[in-house]
């Protein structure tokens, strides 16, 4: 039973900042992400996202890769963290490892499973800074596309992963002006056959 003393003494620890409840638990923050993912040059660096659909009680998970702009998005049964772990690291698991090499969220509590991810998929997880989109901006761009065929107001929990893999498919072959009007799964697929070409070079 909680006590007035502690319910006055938790309401101070709030008021001062100190409230950790709903926090994620040991966040590696992106200042310590290698500095060849700004280059995007080498393929490897994933940026996650999730978007909600009508009053946040459904979600679809994206991540795209920074360097061949690749498209994954990611069915999940609910918004809650273990619907989250499950969905982006079974699609993840699909991608060979040497393309596999951080991946960014921000800091939603859909990702408070990010030490299994990390561990399951061999990847290395950072966090971007609070109120910080434009360090994920690749991610925040391209989730515009999937976001026009997948209405925020309306429930996403219908589409299967089935349906997200064509929508995938179908941004995945689309040319990019970045990408020398390349699309991303024909750089995806020559960087997979020359692990070691860089893109732009």
Not at 43 to 68: C, F, H, I, M
Not at 77 to 85: E, Q, R
Not at 93 to 103: D, E, F, I
Request: positive net charge.
């Amino acid at each position: 039973m909680t006590t007035l003393w502690q319910a006055c003494n938790a309401r101070r620890q709030r008021v001062r900042g100190q409230d950790r409840r709903g926090q994620i638990p040991n966040m590696t923050p992106i200042t310590e992400r290698p500095t060849d993912v700004a280059t995007q040059t080498i393929p490897g660096y994933w940026e996650g996202d999730v978007l909600k659909g009508a009053r946040n009680g459904s979600a679809v998970g994206t991540q795209v890769e920074r360097t061949t702009r690749l498209v994954l998005l990611v069915h999940m049964d609910s918004t809650v963290a273990a619907s989250a772990y499950r969905g982006f690291t079974k699609e993840l698991w699909h991608v060979p490892s040497p393309p596999r090499k951080t991946l960014t969220y921000d800091r939603g509590k859909e990702i408070a499973n990010h030490e299994q991810s990390a561990h399951r998929l061999a990847i290395q997880v950072f966090f971007a800074d609070p109120h910080g989109p434009w360090q994920r901006g690749i991610n925040k761009n391209t989730s515009g596309q999937p976001c026009r065929q997948l209405p925020k107001n309306t429930d996403l929990s219908g589409d299967t992963q089935r349906q997200l893999n064509a929508i995938a498919h179908r941004l995945n072959t689309r040319p990019r002006k970045c990408l020398v009007f390349a699309t991303p799964l024909e750089v995806h697929a020559q960087l997979r056959s020359h692990s070691t070409v860089a893109v732009g070079t």
